[in-house]
């Protein structure tokens, strides 16, 4: 069974900086684009970062462009977010996600990731 739990959320004040870490289990991912989405209340969910299967390539929504840093670690099954100047904006539960073909692309769409984790409530106080 494919797992993928985060961890990291919390709550920060506007400037700040959290770390999000994704695990995953059930399945090696070293071959698949993992990706960061977020869902704000009552918005859609929205791409916000993804890392290329090989790591060797980023791909950052505008919105989070330079702020925010997307990692991975094949050895170890795990994809990271590290968010740095926060602004409430950014406010939204987080998921990571991984996609369900091998050696594909990043893509910002929603369609093509098979595989979520629960969620993490990432909160920015102003």
């Known amino acids: 069974q494919v797992q993928l739990v985060e961890s990291g959320g919390g709550l920060v004040q506007a400037g700040g900086s959290l770390r999000l870490s994704c695990s995953a289990s059930?399945?090696?991912?070293?071959?698949?684009?993992l990706a960061w989405f977020r869902q704000a209340p009552g918005k859609e969910r929205e791409f916000v970062a993804g890392n290329s299967w090989s790591g060797s390539s980023t791909f950052y929504a505008d919105s989070v462009k330079g702020r925010f840093t997307i990692s991975r670690d094949n050895a170890k099954n795990t994809v990271d977010l590290q968010m740095n100047n926060l602004k409430p904006e950014d406010t939204a539960v987080y998921y990571c996600?991984?996609?369900?073909?091998?050696?594909?692309?990043?893509?910002?769409?929603?369609?093509?990731?098979?595989?979520w984790g629960q969620g993490t409530q990432v909160t920015v106080s102003s």
């Open positions: 996600a991984a996609h369900g073909r091998a050696y594909r692309g990043i893509t910002d769409s929603l369609n093509g990731y098979d595989y």
């Open positions: 059930g399945r090696t991912f070293s071959s698949y684009v």
